[in-house]
T-cell receptor, first 116, second 113 residues
């Protein structure tokens, strides 16, 4: 079984600033995927970034990047040059490679507020 | 390319009734998973279907069931509705098993009164 913990229920950042969202996880799997999903008020979950655990290089997608610390089981998301459209709930998730019996395991989420 | 489509978007049902929710995956995707999202429990996995077969099932009572058709469209059914079943039900599709890139629909908001 896997667990995902997001310790920040809410974060606030000024527009154009940088913010980091924290996520820790626990798994007995040797190979797995980690994800960050964004859920705006429209409710649709949107994949922001994906990390394959066997890859040491941190994933990057435009203004979004992760800091993947495998030994510490930490997977934080950094958003650079924050924009008003980044305001949403952000969920960290994990799943074993090959799919797990529990599907995607999600954290409780972090509500990100962007101050204009 | 059309995204994942869930119908209906909103639903109000009475305790004891049953409900069926529908999910049409992205064309070419063969795996469909369902999740329940509530403020208290967060996102919880219900089940996953692949090629018309239930591949995995989460820890939900037997009142929750699903199926997948040959065109990969999926339905989930909840019988004997309880107030606690009020939630946002999200469907996700992927090309194979749910481990690489899952695309979500906008969900069905179910309210049980």
């Amino acid at each position: 079984a896997q667990t995902v913990t997001q310790s920040q229920p809410e974060m606030s950042v000024q527009e154009a600033e940088t913010v980091t969202l924290s996520c820790t996880y626990d798994t007995s799997e040797s190979d797995y995927y980690l994800f960050w999903y964004k859920q705006p008020p429209s409710r649709q979950m949107i994949l922001v970034i994906r990390q394959e655990a066997y890859k040491q290089q941190n994933a990057t997608e435009n203004r979004f990047s992760v800091n993947f610390q495998k030994a510490a089981k930490s997977f934080s998301l950094k958003i650079s040059d924050s924009q008003l459209g980044d305001a949403a709930m952000y969920f960290c998730a994990s799943t074993p490679r090959g799919g797990g019996a529990d599907g995607l395991t999600f954290g409780k989420g972090t509500h990100l507020i962007i101050q204009p | 390319k059309a995204g994942v489509t869930q119908t209906p978007r909103y639903l109000i049902k009475t305790r004891g009734q049953q409900v069926t929710l529908s999910c049409s995956p992205i064309s070419g995707h063969r795996s469909v998973s369902w999740y329940q999202q509530t403020p208290g429990q967060g996102l919880q996995f219900l089940f996953e279907y692949f090629s018309e077969t239930q591949r995995n099932k989460g820890n939900f009572p037997g009142r929750f069931s699903g199926r997948q058709f040959s065109n990969s469209r999926s339905e989930m059914n909840v019988s004997t509705l309880e107030l606690g079943d009020s939630a946002l039900y999200l469907c996700a599709s992927s090309t194979t098993v749910m481990n690489t890139e899952a695309f979500f629909g906008q969900g069905t908001r179910l309210t049980v009164v």
